[in-house]
């Protein structure tokens, strides 16, 4: 299985800041997800992370209000821009065991928008 | 694309009974996992299971991939297996395609 450090675990955020997620993987990936889980939902897919390539977005999810990077294969930041608290969620990173596409997730990232 | 259902939404069960969760798949995956979300909102895998019988202590796991469906047996229950119970399938490619569904919210009570 991958190992996957996700950080901050949580934290508390004023409206209209914006934050930085960072996922880091103890071996290099070719993908990087990221998802959403807003209260008593499930996971959806914000966006798939490619090393030296523009991540691709989700229908719903633009690169303004979410931008990624990807600087190296081991490492990816999610932003959440300009928050509201309608971004109060869980967001997780995700990759894909290579051999056969099973996924394992970080710890996530629990944000309360004030 | 995919979609998933699961069944049922809410259980609650006493310590050590056993429990039976349904994942329900509208067409051909090749992978399907369990997941378990604990209170602190991390994912734990559970199985990989895109067919056949899997078993890991008091969890277990089967996919019949001809009728589309996937259950999760829980035995003799404990408190600490509370939280949401998620399944996710794909039917391809790389997880940008993994579906889950909306869970089950599985409590239990000493």
């Known amino acids: 299985s991958a190992v996957i450090s996700q950080k901050p675990s949580r934290d508390i955020c004023q409206r209209g800041t914006s934050l930085t997620i960072q996922c880091q993987v103890d071996s290099q990936v070719t993908m990087m997800f990221w998802y959403r889980q807003q209260p008593g939902q499930s996971l959806t897919l914000i966006a798939t992370?490619?090393?030296?390539?523009?991540?691709?977005?989700e229908s719903g999810f633009v690169i303004d209000k979410f931008p990624i990077s990807r600087p190296n294969l081991t490492f990816s930041t999610l932003t959440v821009s300009n928050m509201s608290p309608e971004d109060s969620s869980i967001y997780l990173c995700?990759?894909?065991?290579?051999?056969?596409?099973?996924?394992?997730f970080g710890q996530g990232t629990r944000l309360t928008v004030v | 694309g995919i979609q998933v259902e699961q069944s049922p939404p809410d259980l609650i069960l006493q310590e050590g009974a056993n429990s039976t969760l349904r994942c329900n798949f509208s067409?051909?995956?090749?992978?399907l996992q369990w997941f378990h979300q604990n209170p602190w909102g991390q994912l734990i895998n559970l199985f990989y299971i895109p067919s056949g019988t899997k078993q890991n202590g008091r969890l277990s796991a089967t996919t019949v991939a001809t009728e589309r469906y996937s259950l999760l047996y829980i035995s003799s229950s404990q408190t600490t297996d509370s939280g949401v119970y998620f399944c996710?399938?794909?039917?391809?490619?790389?997880?940008?395609?993994?579906?889950f569904g909306k869970g089950t919210k599985l409590s239990v009570k000493p």
């Open positions: 992370a490619n090393q030296g390539s523009e991540a691709t977005y």
């Open positions: 067409d051909s995956v090749n992978n």
């Open positions: 996710a399938a794909s039917g391809g490619g790389s997880q940008g395609n993994l579906i």
């Open positions: 995700s990759v894909d065991r290579v051999v056969r596409g099973e996924a394992f």
